[in-house]
């Protein structure tokens, strides 16, 4: 009897045509939406996806592993019909590419006041400004995990300073100062860029506070690049407002989409990205080597050694 496979995601064909070659004793449907998973869900021992709603998790009576697309699974772990023993596994460990190319796209666009420029633009406004350089900045990432070191890397190569935040130390060749989470307030306070790249856990939930933004300087700008629930919402949303910080760029929200009248959408020292910091154009051929490995791992009884297995 072939175990069956649910693909869950706009791309799922893509996941589906690389499969089939290698695991004959898969059966595989691959829906690019739920409206389209019927009752093959009463049938699947696994599923390969972003997300799932709650109102289908509770029709996945054989559901045995998750192999959730992204690094972060909190809103898997989540669902309050989840069912017990299931495996769940990350992607993590692939993104360092495309979140640190876009910290420095924020990092450069901020400094650089490119919004403004744009804005001139729309407006065939011809005006010139000084322009603020990378080099010799100081940048603090909370956060050294895959993502955090890529991007220590990449703001070495611009000769800035880099401020390292980890819970357990970490040795990192980029990293030219190193603290523990103790240390938090002491980087808010040197430091002319504090990008965050902290998983989301109960430690790190509203980690980055009134406190911690209050400790910044007026010129510093403020990323984060993690989840929205890491950072305090309001007392940023009030900083951005009195100058206190000089600015934030923002790829996550307590809530997604956000809102049309939230006030992000209008603060002129506020770059607003869609959640795009983890996406890519060949995100299927960095996610396959993990999720193959850990099929043939898992077909083999192996399931205890799964890739980035989550406890739960």
């Given at each position: 009897?072939?175990?069956?496979?649910?693909?869950?995601?706009?791309?799922?064909?893509?996941?589906?045509?690389?499969?089939?070659?290698?695991?004959?004793?898969?059966?595989?449907?691959?829906?690019?939406?739920?409206?389209?998973?019927?009752?093959?869900?009463?049938?699947?021992?696994?599923?390969?996806?972003?997300?799932?709603?709650?109102?289908?998790?509770?029709?996945?009576?054989?559901?045995?592993?998750?192999?959730?697309?992204?690094?972060?699974?909190?809103?898997?772990?989540?669902?309050?019909?989840?069912?017990?023993?299931?495996?769940?596994?990350?992607?993590?460990?692939?993104?360092?590419?495309?979140?640190?190319?876009?910290?420095?796209?924020?990092?450069?666009?901020?400094?650089?006041?490119?919004?403004?420029?744009?804005?001139?633009?729309?407006?065939?406004?011809?005006d010139r400004w000084p322009a603020e350089l990378l080099l010799q900045k100081k940048a603090?990432?909370?956060?050294?995990?895959?993502?955090?070191?890529?991007?220590?890397?990449?703001?070495?190569?611009?000769?800035?300073?880099?401020?390292?935040?980890?819970?357990?130390?970490?040795?990192?060749?980029?990293?030219?100062?190193?603290?523990?989470?103790?240390?938090?307030?002491?980087?808010?306070?040197?430091?002319?860029?504090?990008?965050?790249?902290?998983?989301?856990?109960?430690?790190?939930?509203?980690?980055?506070?009134?406190?911690?933004?209050?400790?910044?300087?007026?010129?510093?700008?403020?990323?984060?690049?993690?989840?929205?629930?890491?950072?305090?919402?309001?007392?940023?949303?009030?900083?951005?407002?009195?100058?206190?910080?000089?600015?934030?760029a923002l790829d996550v929200f307590y809530e997604e989409p956000l809102p049309q009248g939230?006030?992000?959408?209008?603060?002129?020292?506020?770059?607003?990205t869609p959640h795009i910091g983890g996406t890519s154009t060949f995100y299927v051929r960095?996610?396959?080597?993990?999720?193959?490995?850990?099929?043939?791992?898992?077909?083999?009884?192996?399931?205890?050694?799964?890739?980035?297995?989550?406890?739960?």
């Open positions: 009897m072939k175990t069956n496979l649910l693909i869950l995601d706009p791309h799922g064909e893509e996941y589906q045509k690389a499969l089939k070659p290698e695991f004959s004793e898969l059966s595989i449907r691959a829906c690019k939406t739920e409206y389209e998973v019927g009752d093959f869900i009463e049938k699947a021992r696994i599923l390969l996806a972003f997300n799932i709603s709650d109102k289908l998790i509770q029709k996945a009576a054989n559901l045995k592993w998750i192999q959730a697309l992204g690094t972060g699974v909190d809103s898997i772990l989540s669902l309050p019909s989840l069912p017990k023993g299931v495996l769940v596994t990350s992607t993590r460990g692939i993104h360092g590419p495309q979140m640190s190319e876009l910290a420095m796209l924020l990092m450069l666009a901020l400094t650089r006041r490119f919004p403004d420029t744009v804005r001139n633009q729309d407006k065939a406004v011809w603090g990432i909370l956060g050294l995990g895959v993502v955090g070191e890529e991007i220590a890397r990449k703001c070495k190569a611009f000769g800035m300073t880099v401020y390292g935040i980890n819970r357990s130390r970490k040795e990192v060749g980029a990293v030219d100062r190193f603290f523990g989470l103790d240390g938090l307030l002491t980087v808010a306070r040197e430091v002319d860029f504090f990008i965050i790249v902290v998983s989301l856990t109960s430690e790190t939930r509203g980690m980055v506070g009134a406190e911690v933004i209050s400790a910044m300087k007026p010129t510093a700008f403020l990323l984060n690049l993690a989840r929205g629930e890491v950072v305090d919402e309001k007392a940023l949303i009030q900083a951005l407002k009195l100058g206190t910080i000089a600015g934030a939230h006030p992000f959408w209008k603060m002129k020292n506020v770059i607003v960095q996610v396959l080597p993990i999720f193959q490995e850990n099929l043939r791992r898992y077909l083999r009884g192996e399931r205890h050694t799964l890739i980035n297995r989550v406890e739960h």
